[in-house]
């Protein structure tokens, strides 16, 4: 399962560090400060999403580099436009004479639209940008594939939804059969959707469809990461297309209600604005985050207070 963990203090610049259950595999949710952040989950992170490059949103990203490179792996950037731009100009500022081009490699991926993706390379010990493609979805691997809504910040604003690939498993209580090698080929003919497929027990050959009976699918689960975005029915339109019903959402919460005309002027959002687009999404667990530094801990008590009042509709 999926699961996250904000890294960054009250009043710190906000990073969250996604784990997947049983794999050493991290995904980081923007780079602020984040002193809760150990180098071993740095070196962990196999892909890095940036809401926008605000700097309270990309300060960090440095950081984040510093105890990545030389391990020799190809690290994911996924963020708004001109993101490989941004990464190359930071790259470029540092000397680099004593790293070899095997250090490690960036694949930048640049959303220009929900239907166009920009894919990047960039590597020591020069860091130049080459364009290697363009595609049409984001990311996706072997555990997740993320969505994501481009909204308004007065700039582009990326939020992500990790959606966890269904899983198939054999309910064995059903099954009079003995185990054996038959389970993970009758899976892979599900998941393939191939019930003709022969299915040997033992001795006696079945048809894959008439075993499917004793499989579940297990619907994935769904976590989002709602950054900084204005309160406007465009981006509500676009947060309800992408995160209708997922499992937990964690959603940019930046002022008190009674600090709304800040929000307006900022391009936040504030308590009771954020609960109530979660309630209408279904969400079924909502968080909020990224508070104004402004605040201390009785205003974030506030500020929880009345989100979850809206949250749940009332």
């Known amino acids: 399962m999926i699961q996250a963990e904000i890294k960054s203090l009250l009043k710190e610049d906000i990073s969250i560090l996604i784990k997947i259950s049983n794999s050493g595999k991290h995904y980081l949710c923007d ?15 196999s892909a890095v999403f940036i809401s926008h490059t605000h700097i309270d949103h990309f300060s960090n990203f440095d950081g984040i580099f510093r105890h990545q490179i030389g391990s020799g792996e190809k690290i994911m950037v996924c963020g708004p436009k001109n993101i490989h731009q941004q990464i190359e100009a930071r790259l470029k500022s540092y000397t ?7 250090a490690i490699e960036y694949e930048i991926r640049e959303i220009v639209s929900k239907e166009e993706i920009n894919i990047y390379t960039i590597r020591p010990p020069h860091w130049n940008l080459e364009l290697i493609k363009k595609q049409n979805f984001l990311f996706e691997d072997e555990y997740v594939n993320v969505d994501f809504a481009i909204l308004d910040h007065k700039t582009d604003s990326i939020a992500y939804l990790f959606k966890e690939k269904d899983s198939v498993t054999f309910n064995e209580k059903d099954s009079a059969f003995r185990k054996g090698k038959w389970i993970s080929e009758l899976k892979t003919a599900f998941e393939n959707n191939d019930p003709d497929k022969d ?3 033992e001795e006696t050959i079945y048809k894959a469809s008439d075993l499917f009976h004793f499989l579940i699918r297990n619907t994935g689960f769904k976590l989002g990461v709602i950054m900084d975005h204005n309160v406007c029915e465009d981006n509500y339109e676009k947060i309800k297309t992408v995160f209708k ?21 900022n391009y936040h959002s504030f308590a009771s604005a954020s609960g109530k687009i979660m309630n209408e999404c279904e969400v079924k667990e909502a968080v909020p985050i990224h508070f104004s530094r402004r605040y201390v801990e009785s205003d974030k008590q506030e500020i929880e207070t009345a989100f979850y009042k809206a949250f749940q509709g009332n």
């Open 199 to 201: 299915i040997q027990i």
């Open 245 to 265: 019903k997922a499992d937990k959402v964690y959603i940019e919460t930046f002022y008190k209600d009674e600090d709304q005309e800040f929000a307006k002027i």
């Open 96 to 102: 680099w004479n004593l790293v070899d081009e095997n």
């Open 31 to 45: 780079c602020g400060e984040a002193s809760l952040l150990t180098v071993k989950e740095i070196q962990s992170v």
